[in-house]
Every structure is written in structure tokens, then in C-alpha cells.
């Protein structure tokens, strides 16, 4: 069906509506809200650094110091006898290491204290003085096992008394200490031999 047209009544009827109608304003879009301190997107974490490949450069080893000792040869070690004095000649070295010097006296240390052992040695050697005595066979029993460390479980006697002599009121009537042959106890035992004595 066509459209008819208006009327001039309905015309002018139209034209007073629409001056009398006002546009809507749009609205205003609403802005997009600030991003907090907090909340600022997180950067991507940086890739890792490169682990740097070992050099296959082989580095200098150490040498060992030649003034340590190995434990296993220190602990080798024979215990020597303690030297007070050296003042025997080569004749009388032979003798003793040959077991050729019969001892004048012989003090035996078995079954006593250190304290013990320390008064018969003292009163053993004054007695030897005394008499004009030159050797003396001291039966200390065997030294302490190498690996051994003070106090010790076995050869306390024997480890003390190069000290002992060392200290002894009679040190300098002591000529020399040697180990003793095996037929006067080995290492068991210990010559001590006094200096000869002076004539007036």
C-alpha cells in the first residue's frame, strides 16, 4: 500500500511537534581507571645468564712439601734411647752394641709407679757414684707402641725417663745412654753409663 501524504493541518501539526523536541546527548564513555602502584603488570623475569663451560685447561697440582713427615714412616719410627751426655769414645760403642760390657748394676723398674720408679733411679744412681760404678743396665721395660700419645697404657716408665735423666740432679755424672744388647733385655732395657770417676 502507498504512503498518502499529509494534510496541511497534520503538516503543520508535525512541524510544532518536532520544534519542540531536543536531542538526547550521548553519553560519556566512563574513562578507564588508573593502574594502582601495586598492581603494575609484572615484567617477564630476564632469560638466565650462560653457565660458563669448565676450561678444560688442567690445573698445576701441588707438590708435597719435603718437610713433612708421612704419617706412616713417623709412626714407623723406632723410639731411640735418650742421650744426656755423648762423651764415649768409639770403643766403648762397639763394646755395648756388641753386648760385650758386663753391667756393675742393674736397677729394675718392673712393677713400679712413676713415682716409685723416679725415687729407686734417683737413689740407684747416687749409690753407683758412690761406689765408682761405670755401667748401669736399667730394665724399663719396652718403650710405648709408636702410635702411642700421653698417658701412656704401656712404656709410661720407659717414655719418662729420658726425662728423668735429663733432669736428674746427677746429669752431669752421666757420661751416655744407649740401647741395651738383646742379652741385657734389648728394648727393653737401657745402659747407662757413668763418667769415670776423678782422681784427686
Excluded: F
Excluded at 531536543?22 to 638466565?48: C, E, V, Y
Excluded at 714412616?73 to 760390657?101: C, E, F
Amino acid at each position: 500500500m502507498g504512503h498518502r501524504s499529509l494534510s496541511p493541518d497534520e503538516a503543520a501539526l508535525w512541524v510544532r511537534v518536532m520544534a519542540g523536541v531536543r536531542p538526547i546527548a550521548p553519553r560519556p564513555a566512563a574513562p578507564a581507571p588508573a593502574p594502582s602502584q601495586g598492581s603494575a603488570t609484572p615484567k617477564a623475569p630476564p632469560p638466565p645468564a650462560a653457565i660458563p663451560k669448565p676450561s678444560r685447561t688442567a690445573l698445576p697440582l701441588a707438590k708435597p712439601s719435603s718437610s713433612i713427615k708421612p704419617l706412616a714412616v713417623a709412626r714407623a719410627a723406632r723410639v731411640q734411647p735418650p742421650i744426656v751426655a755423648n762423651t764415649l769414645d768409639g770403643s766403648w760403642d762397639r763394646r755395648l752394641s756388641r753386648g760385650l760390657v758386663p753391667p756393675d748394676r742393674t736397677v729394675d723398674l718392673h712393677g713400679h709407679t712413676l713415682a716409685s720408679a723416679y725415687d729407686m733411679l734417683d737413689a740407684a744412681l747416687a749409690a753407683a757414684i758412690r761406689a765408682g760404678d761405670r755401667t748401669i743396665l736399667l730394665v724399663t721395660g719396652k718403650p710405648p707402641r709408636p702410635a702411642s700419645e700421653r698417658p701412656h697404657a704401656r712404656g709410661a716408665i720407659r717414655a719418662a725417663t729420658g726425662d728423668w735423666l735429663a733432669g736428674s740432679r746427677h746429669s752431669s755424672a752421666i757420661a751416655a745412654v744407649r740401647a741395651a744388647h738383646p742379652r741385657h733385655g734389648g728394648a727393653g732395657a737401657l745402659y747407662i753409663v757413668l763418667k769415670r770417676p776423678r782422681t784427686l
